[in-house]
């Protein structure tokens, strides 16, 4: 069983950054593929970005060169820096861990 928890959000203006956390217990992440997903009002789920076990990483195509996953396995974290960010970031973040474990989530609000 791994418990996630994210931090980080928050209310940014258009072009601004934010690095979002994502802080496991429980078991060590390093066995896990994670990723970061968000969802706004109305609209469903969908993926930002996963790194593997590995540290492969993959992001969805309208996040691509402005956001980077990244892992931390000895701080048993998983990191989202978002660069650039543009109103329709706006959303709440959701961690995941081995497409089976789920944070609360993390709000992100980009607006002027």
């Known amino acids: 069983q791994v418990q996630l928890v994210e931090s980080g959000g928050g209310l940014v203006q258009p072009g601004g950054s934010l690095r979002l956390s994502c802080a496991a217990s429980?078991?060590?992440?390093?066995?896990?593929?994670m990723a970061w997903y968000r969802q706004a009002p109305g609209s469903q789920r969908e993926l930002v970005a996963s790194?593997?076990?590995?540290?492969?990483?993959q992001y969805a195509d309208s996040v691509k060169g402005r956001f980077t996953i990244s892992r931390d396995n000895a701080k048993n974290t998983v990191y989202l820096q978002m660069n650039s960010l543009k109103p329709e970031d706006t959303a709440a973040y959701y961690c995941c861990a081995a497409s089976m474990y789920w944070g609360q989530g993390t709000q992100v609000t980009v607006s002027s």
């Open positions: 429980g078991s060590s992440i390093s066995i896990y593929g």
């Open positions: 790194i593997s076990r590995f540290s492969r990483t």
